[in-house]
């Protein structure tokens, strides 16, 4: 099973992006897809959820600007940030709770590698 984010760059404050990860392998189902963040020197910290139901949630510094959706069809979650700021940059990660295939139990947390994203001032 992989994730694999893209999406990142370089940007003007005020700009936007949209970032990608999709899921791959033997998945039987996946849960929750998230979105977290970490800046140089600094912990990850949560930016977005997305549920399998639909359900969304956001840090206080991503709402507003930031939009979490998901495909389930094609395991994918997408982050459309707007209104960028350089507190913003940082390396982005996707992560997603998913039953796959060959594992017991099923359930499990799965981490992209990241995608790195700078917005310049």
């Known amino acids: 099973v992989q994730l694999q984010a893209s999406g990142g760059g370089l940007v003007q404050a005020g700009g936007s992006l949209r970032l990608s990860c999709a899921a791959s392998g033997s998945i039987i189902s996946i849960n929750t897809m998230a979105w977290y963040r970490q800046a140089p020197g600094k912990q990850r910290e949560l930016v977005a959820t997305?549920?399998?139901?639909?359900?969304?949630d956001y840090a206080e510094s991503a709402k507003d600007r930031f939009t979490v959706s998901r495909d389930n069809a094609k395991s994918t979650v997408y982050l459309q940030m707007n209104r960028l700021q350089p507190d913003d940059t940082a390396t982005y990660y996707c992560?997603?709770?998913?039953?796959?295939?060959?594992?017991?139990?099923?359930?499990?947390?799965?981490w992209g590698k990241g995608t790195q994203v700078t917005v310049s001032s």
């Open positions: 997305a549920t399998k139901s639909g359900s969304t």
């Open positions: 992560k997603m709770d998913m039953c796959v295939w060959g594992r017991f139990p099923c359930w499990a947390a799965y």
